[in-house]
């Protein structure tokens, strides 16, 4: 009688069981605990969640409870120093959904201990940490990644295609909208908000929508916005945000996007984010809508304040499948299940002196490597500067982009004076 081959192992570490973590992780986790991962190129691999790190413990003591049998019996770590206790479990990678503003630190430990890494967006807030983390996962030999799950929404796949095949040619402007409702800010993320933009939080998604597909050199980034619902009107805290980004084109011309981002929507709005997108092509237009493309339901009691009469089953949707199994899919879990394929290929699908390979293929991968995390990070980077300046009664500023006074430049409307945010090359 065949017996089969003993499955690899890849045990995993999260930090932050928040919100994000139970829309992707949690269901991925799941997942992984019930079937594992298999891949042609590296075999079976069980993918148990060994351990977490998480500020109270309360949220990873409750599920732990309450998905008995559904996932793997992790260690529970909180407090201070829980990530460093965390990394003293088994553990080949970890992934990071904390607030964006504890990105850094938290990665940062994380590759020091040669662990694979997968981050939120944005990855971090400045091309500073940018390099520091890029120059850490090159000398640990590890993986590096960030979350940015809009790259395998369908529509966003579809246009990059497109793009790519020279059916949509030279993006003259686009404007992109991501509105959030006020439970966002004032539930969900309350304890974090303050002194913190909409824009940074979902911009991103966008940015690096538009950096992967169209390319360009980025050139120029501004910035204005509105306060006084999450925040006093003067102060640091935004309720939303106007991002203006330019790029030029090989040829001189210019493409300009704005990217409109708030979280002070209305919580009986009948979708739970208003997402929306035009780019104007030379040769075309693509518009795209979120809740447009999808269904509406309305349920006596529910909708639209605690069940939404459109539904974006793209990003996430539990449901009952044809056979009675019940499953979580979309393109947030699949994001996941893509870098855990990566780290996969790297560890197992093949030789170990054939590893250093298989590690530059998966870093060279620019939809999610921190490497090409830059332009993004840049304009996140610009963007919060800009922000601070207008909350300090300075408002018009504009960044530019590698220009001969450093790689970011903030420069004051009306005055000769500038301040260089970076000096490297962006």
Same mark, same amino acid.
């Given at each position: 009688?065949?017996?089969?081959?003993?499955?690899?192992?890849?045990?995993?570490?999260?930090?932050?069981?928040?919100?994000?973590?139970?829309?992707? %992780?949690?269901?991925?986790?799941?997942?992984?605990?019930?079937?594992?991962?298999?891949?042609?190129?590296?075999?079976?691999?069980?993918?148990?969640?060994?351990?977490?790190?998480?500020?109270?413990?309360?949220?990873?003591?409750?599920?732990?409870?309450?998905?008995?049998?559904?996932?793997?019996?992790?260690?529970?770590?909180?407090?201070?120093?829980?990530?460093?206790?965390?990394?003293?479990?088994?553990?080949?990678?970890?992934?990071?959904?904390?607030?964006?503003?504890?990105?850094?630190?938290?990665?940062?430990?994380?590759?020091?201990?040669?662990?694979?890494?997968?981050?939120?967006?944005?990855?971090?807030?400045?091309?500073?940490?940018?390099?520091?983390?890029?120059?850490?996962?090159?000398?640990?030999?590890?993986?590096?990644?960030?979350?940015?799950?809009?790259?395998?929404?369908?529509?966003?796949?579809?246009?990059?295609?497109?793009?790519?095949?020279?059916?949509?040619?030279?993006?003259?402007?686009?404007?992109?909208?991501?509105?959030?409702?006020?439970?966002?800010?004032?539930?969900?993320?309350?304890?974090?908000?303050?002194?913190?933009?909409?824009?940074?939080?979902?911009?991103?998604?966008?940015?690096?929508?538009?950096?992967?597909?169209?390319?360009?050199?980025?050139? #120029?980034?501004?910035?204005?916005?509105?306060?006084?619902?999450?925040?006093?009107?003067?102060?640091?805290?935004?309720?939303?945000?106007?991002? *203006?980004?330019?790029?030029?084109?090989?040829?001189?011309?210019?493409?300009?996007?704005?990217?409109?981002? #708030?979280?002070?929507?209305?919580?009986?709005?009948?979708?739970?984010?208003?997402?929306?997108?035009?780019?104007?092509?030379?040769?075309?237009? &693509?518009?795209?809508? #979120?809740?447009?493309?999808?269904?509406?339901?309305?349920?006596?009691?529910?909708?639209?304040?605690?069940?939404?009469? #459109?539904?974006?089953?793209? %990003?996430?949707?539990?449901?009952?499948?044809? &056979?009675?199994?019940?499953?979580?899919?979309?393109?947030?879990?699949?994001?996941?299940?893509?870098?855990?394929?990566?780290?996969?290929?790297?560890?197992?699908?093949?030789?170990?002196?054939?590893?250093?390979?298989?590690?530059?293929?998966?870093?060279?991968?620019?939809?999610?490597?921190?490497?090409?995390? *830059?332009?993004?990070?840049?304009?996140?980077?610009?963007?919060?500067?800009?922000?601070? *300046?207008?909350?300090?009664?300075?408002?018009?500023?504009?960044?530019?982009?590698?220009?001969?006074?450093?790689?970011?430049?903030?420069?004051?409307?009306?005055?000769?004076?500038?301040?260089?945010?970076?000096?490297?090359?962006?």
């Amino acid at each position: 009688m065949s017996t089969l081959p003993t499955p690899h192992r890849l045990p995993a570490g999260m930090v932050g069981m928040g919100m994000i973590f139970d829309e992707t %992780y949690r269901p991925f986790f799941e997942q992984a605990h019930a079937d594992g991962l298999y891949g042609r190129a590296f075999g079976d691999v069980d993918v148990p969640l060994n351990s977490v790190a998480t500020r109270t413990g309360q949220r990873a003591e409750r599920y732990r409870d309450a998905a008995t049998g559904r996932i793997h019996p992790f260690q529970s770590h909180a407090g201070d120093g829980a990530v460093e206790r965390m990394l003293g479990d088994d553990i080949a990678f970890v992934c990071v959904a904390t607030p964006d503003d504890r990105h850094f630190d938290a990665c940062k430990q994380v590759l020091e201990a040669g662990k694979h890494l997968l981050v939120e967006k944005p990855s971090v807030l400045s091309l500073d940490e940018l390099d520091e983390l890029t120059a850490l996962a090159r000398a640990k030999g590890v993986l590096a990644k960030v979350v940015y799950h809009k790259l395998l929404d369908p529509d966003h796949m579809k246009l990059r295609t497109l793009v790519h095949d020279g059916v949509l040619n030279h993006v003259n402007s686009g404007y992109c909208t991501l509105l959030e409702p006020k439970q966002i800010s004032g539930d969900q993320f309350a304890e974090w908000i303050t002194g913190r933009n909409p824009g940074t939080y979902v911009a991103v998604h966008y940015v690096k929508l538009i950096d992967f597909t169209f390319g360009g050199r980025l050139k #120029s980034v501004s910035a204005t916005g509105q306060r006084g619902l999450v925040g006093q009107a003067d102060g640091p805290t935004w309720d939303s945000v106007q991002l *203006r980004i330019v790029y030029e084109h090989a040829d001189g011309r210019e493409a300009c996007h704005d990217v409109h981002t #708030s979280w002070v929507t209305p919580d009986n709005f009948p979708g739970y984010v208003e997402q929306e997108v035009q780019f104007r092509f030379d040769d075309g237009i &693509w518009n795209g809508h #979120s809740r447009k493309r999808g269904v509406e339901v309305t349920v006596e009691g529910r909708t639209p304040i605690s069940m939404k009469n #459109s539904v974006n089953n793209h %990003y996430n949707a539990e449901v009952l499948e044809p &056979w009675g199994q019940r499953t979580q899919y979309g393109y947030g879990v699949r994001v996941i299940e893509r870098f855990v394929r990566e780290v996969a290929y790297t560890e197992f699908g093949g030789p170990e002196a054939d590893r250093g390979r298989r590690l530059e293929a998966m870093q060279s991968l620019d939809y999610n490597d921190v490497s090409a995390d *830059r332009n993004t990070v840049a304009i996140v980077q610009a963007m919060e500067a800009i922000l601070f *300046r207008h909350a300090a009664g300075e408002p018009d500023c504009v960044v530019r982009v590698n220009d001969e006074n450093g790689g970011l430049v903030l420069y004051r409307p009306g005055s000769t004076e500038f301040e260089v945010l970076y000096e490297g090359g962006v």
